[in-house]
């Protein structure tokens, strides 16, 4: 997906929100907003949004000092979603379609963003997500590619996030498949790093890479042209692809291959671009 | 009221809305975009939002080539609100305090903006506002400057609203004032401009006056550095002055004179700054 103007403001208002959880210093503030603006100027609107994310957020990291300004704000999803763990696997323990009660949760996992503006309510969804139907074809599909997949590519999205991701993977678990779970090698917005992975004990149902392990920037949503060589392989060979959240989507939605988009729409130009509703829990295959 | 950092995604947000209100030319948007963050990377906070906001609607007028990118809607407000007149009038007609219900629905009709990110429906709210309470002590000083006054000034915001004015300027004409209008000298975002106020008939009313005239560009908020002599003479002089919307109160809410704030909370700087909430109808004499 490419860039459109309308991010602007919107890359605008996440530097802030950042710098401000790391400082309330107005002039550190000023700062980095002249740096965005600055920087914004010569954006390329060819490439998907997690490009200009990341350069956006690594000039908050440079000018307020801080490597990592969403690491309270991780924390608590963390802890948050940790709690909700055992209500949720007993969802799925006494549902009439375990697999699919599981992937609406994971989707609903992704309401734990402090990228976008729109905020969720992550405990209201859950019950409403389940009496929800998922129209489309991907679910069938997805069964049959899962059924004969020997080794499967999970992309997380956020930290919090996991928890609901690891109930999806423990639904694979007994199928016995080869699974790598992809996070990102450095803070980047609320997403899951590898130290969130473990936290969820999520090493122990799948091999946990980062993306871009190497790099010292990682962006929101995976940029093939900055992903390692482990990586690049598993996402051209592997059997089955599941991209969790929006960045994902920006960033790999004209990627030929079959991909599995699971994802929560929280901005308006997602929505356009899905031909979705701000709210839409998305379940989508795109070959 | 100062600018604030918040109030930049804001501006970029509706330079482009005013750039799409001229031309679908993406290369028109992005030229308007980049110097409009040229331009916000040397924005000096201490001025109110109105200075900037002058200069981003200029570099629009500018770029589009449109002496009034706003004209349409301008033209559409007035035609909804002039239906809307008679309803209103006999709403007043049948009130037990016919100025305070003039004087809410002169607040109501301030939510015709297309500038604030917020909208609301102006007919919706013009029941609810007339069961609201407005508690706070304008209303007893208000009764007694306006029976004191022999002049009044009056300040207006935006088109449409006009309409909802006349039906305030209409409670005064009785009490044989000598009222003022003010309006903008150039079109300025959705703000009435003299043809407005004459399709309105309020000069029949009033004498209709711009705030800036002799100068080529308008800002939404009267900024006392650029008004003319004869209303710089009124704004000094004149025993009330009413100002109308955010604007005036960004600009005015520091000036030594007693002024009556009359406006709907749209933006939640202005609701941190006069300890209110977004959506709130505010009738605030200011000393």
Redesign the interface.
Known sequence: MKTY??C???F??QS?EATRMVTMD?AV??QV??EV??Y??TLS?DNPPPVASKKVHAIVRKITKCHDPYKNVKKQSNIMAEKLYPQLKEMIRTSNDSLLTAIKLAIVGNAIDFGSVMRFNVNTMINDSLKKRIINTAYPRFKKVLNDAKTILYLADNAGEIFFDKLLLEEFAPRNKEITYVVKANPILNDATITDAKKAGIDSLAKVISADAGHTESSPGILLTTVSKEFLEHFNHDDLVIAKGQGNYESLNNVKREIFFLLLVKCPLVAQDMDAKVGDLIFRVQK
């Open positions: 103007l309308d602007i403001p919107c605008i208002r802030l107005e503030h000023t907003m002249k603006l600055r914004l100027q609107f």
